[in-house]
């Protein structure tokens, strides 16, 4: 009696540790895929509508042109800008493509701080060493249209009325400047090893990107750049820098309000809707299942 208990104890046991094993692999095949090969993401807003809809649950390609990863966790103690690599991708980021990636502002609007727990989803319109302008309410890529949601681009040059207050005018918020939706830039959209003339116009444009990436602070004085009391003529870029749209551009905070985007921000490539639930009815909506993104 006793041999027999054994046995079945020892059964029992031998059980217990082959479906724990087998839910630890499954697990650990679940966070593999998800750090190196998709993420998946509720969609809240209609800001990029009607490629996304509110409700909708996408999935997110990170095989793409490679997933992130940390080199160390020390940022979730002290709130520091994480240190990332990026694992070597299959195709590059190219106008169009609809990514996924992290706010850029967490620490106020001064200074550009990846924000660890809020994610946009824009539509890419600028790639690094494009020249980007706004024209007639037309995205224009060195000198040509046809990029962006051209309905939403034609309703607002279409527009004869006043704009809603903070709408109409765009980065870098510079009354000199007076960029808007209607007419904005031309700005040059930087890749990595750029070297630009600081001069002061450089500065309005790029001052929050340079402070960013060399952790310095710059300022401009009497026509001149100056890092604290050191004249600055020149500046390399570290970085490759993204210009983000929302498909409806009336309600869209995005590149033309946020600035443009390091590519370390860039979480992946919107693959596909996967399920959707309208927002307000909670009922499933069967037509936008398994829908691919263009």
């Given at each position: 009696m006793k041999v027999i208990c054994k046995r079945t104890i020892k059964k029992a046991i031998k059980t217990i540790l082959q479906y724990?094993?087998?839910?630890?692999?499954?697990?650990?095949?679940?966070?593999?895929l998800r750090l190196f090969v998709v993420d998946f993401y509720s969609i809240p807003s209609d800001s990029m509508s009607p490629a996304i809809e509110p409700g909708d649950f996408i999935m997110v390609n990170k095989l793409s042109f490679g997933a992130r990863m940390y080199e160390n966790f020390d940022f979730l103690k002290d709130g520091s800008h994480p240190p990332i690599w990026r694992v070597k991708g299959y195709a590059p980021?190219?106008?169009?493509?609809?990514?996924?990636?992290?706010?850029?502002?967490?620490?106020?609007?001064?200074?550009?701080?990846?924000?660890?727990?809020?994610?946009?989803?824009?539509?890419c319109i600028g790639i690094p060493g494009d020249t980007l302008q706004i024209r007639e309410a037309?995205?224009?890529?060195?000198?040509?249209?046809?990029?962006?949601?051209?309905?939403?681009?034609?309703r607002i040059a279409d527009y004869e009325g006043e704009f809603p207050q903070g709408i109409y005018h765009t980065i870098p918020f510079d009354p000199r400047l007076n960029w808007t939706?209607?007419?904005?830039?031309?700005?040059?959209?930087?890749?990595?090893?750029?070297?630009?003339?600081?001069?002061?116009?450089?500065?309005?444009?790029?001052?929050?990107?340079?402070?960013?990436?060399?952790?310095?602070?710059?300022?401009?004085?009497e026509g001149k750049v100056y890092c604290q009391d050191s004249l600055i003529e020149q500046y390399t870029f570290r970085k490759n820098w993204y210009f983000m749209g929302g498909d409806r551009m009336w309600n869209s905070q995005d590149s033309r309000y946020i600035g443009l985007i390091p590519e370390e921000f860039i979480v992946g490539k919107v693959a596909m809707v996967l399920t959707s639930k309208n927002p307000d009815t909670k009922k499933f909506q069967w037509r936008r299942f398994f829908t691919r993104i263009k």
């Open positions: 724990t094993a087998a839910i630890v692999i499954a697990l650990l095949i679940a966070l593999a980021i190219r106008h169009g493509d609809v990514l996924v990636f992290n706010f850029p502002y967490s620490k106020g609007w001064n200074k550009i701080n990846m924000h660890l727990s809020r994610f946009y989803v824009k539509r037309y995205y224009e890529i060195n000198g040509k249209r046809g990029f962006g949601n051209l309905e939403e681009q034609q939706i209607v007419n904005m830039g031309p700005l040059y959209i930087p890749r990595q090893g750029d070297k630009i003339l600081l001069d002061t116009l450089a500065c309005r444009l790029y001052k929050k990107m340079i402070e960013y990436e060399s952790g310095l602070n710059i300022r401009e004085s």
